[in-house]
């Protein structure tokens, strides 16, 4: 079926460190959103990317989307410990209308 | 103001029984979904309403029945609840399907035991 996967599951680093988290589609998205859960709390919208080849950033979060609108990453430069959380990609199917989620990366940081 | 309101917050209840959590969004959006997370984080789709007219009913075992009396509400009741059912609920909106950004309610963790 139509799915969006997510890589790594688990990222583990040193505060300062960078961070990067991949997201495949077997299909052509029509965008493609991220965002991130903290611990205990509810996803909370970050960006979306629509363009192919589109790149956004916020701050340290450096967002993009594939040339074919199949894939995505969001990378952290210089970790902080409010970034702990679950990043999940989500990837919207036009025809399905459905907005579909990645299993998310779920990221901790050695102060 | 909350934007996405769910009730209640937590729910703990014997197998087989009935219960229903609840949805409203003061946002004005047209589009309210319900989504549920299992233990191992997936977030899945489970229904979804476009100014109170189902649009995605993905495959759920048909204990489980949305209604929406309004745009801004979205209920969820679940019948014969069985073990497997626990699981954190998100209720959330957008403007349109796939619209930018979908707000998410705080979530409702249920057990069943």
């Known amino acids: 079926g139509q799915q969006v996967m997510q890589i790594p599951q688990y990222q583990h680093v040193q505060e300062g460190e960078d961070f990067t988290t991949y997201c495949n589609s077997s299909?052509?998205?029509?965008?493609i959103q991220w965002y991130k859960q903290r611990p205990g709390g509810h996803p909370v919208f970050l960006i979306q990317?629509?363009?192919?080849?589109e790149v956004k950033k916020q701050k340290r979060l450096t967002f993009q989307f594939g040339e074919a609108k199949k894939n995505s990453s969001l990378h952290i430069t210089a970790t902080q410990t409010t970034d702990v959380g679950t990043y999940f990609c989500?990837?919207?199917?036009?025809?399905?209308?459905?907005?579909?989620f990645g299993q998310g990366t779920r990221l901790t940081i050695n102060p | 103001d909350t934007a996405v309101s769910q009730t209640p917050k937590y729910l703990v209840t014997q197998m087989g029984n009935d219960k229903s959590i609840k949805c409203e969004q003061n946002?004005?959006?047209?589009?309210m979904y319900w989504y549920k997370q299992d233990s191992k984080k997936f977030l899945k789709i489970m229904f979804s309403?476009?100014?109170?007219?189902?649009?995605i009913n993905e495959t759920v075992p048909n204990r489980f029945s949305p209604k929406s009396p309004d745009k801004a509400h979205l209920n969820l009741h679940i019948n014969s609840l069985e073990l497997g059912d626990s699981a954190v609920y998100f209720c959330?909106?957008?403007?349109?399907?796939?619209?930018?950004?979908?707000?998410f309610g705080s979530g409702t963790r249920l057990t069943v035991v």
């Open positions: 959330a909106s957008s403007h349109l399907p796939g619209a930018k950004g979908y707000t």
């Open positions: 299909t052509t998205l029509s965008n």
């Open positions: 990317l629509v363009k192919s080849g």
């Open positions: 989500a990837g919207y199917l036009q025809g399905a209308q459905k907005l579909v």
């Open positions: 946002l004005g959006h047209d589009t």
């Open positions: 309403y476009n100014n109170k007219e189902l649009i």
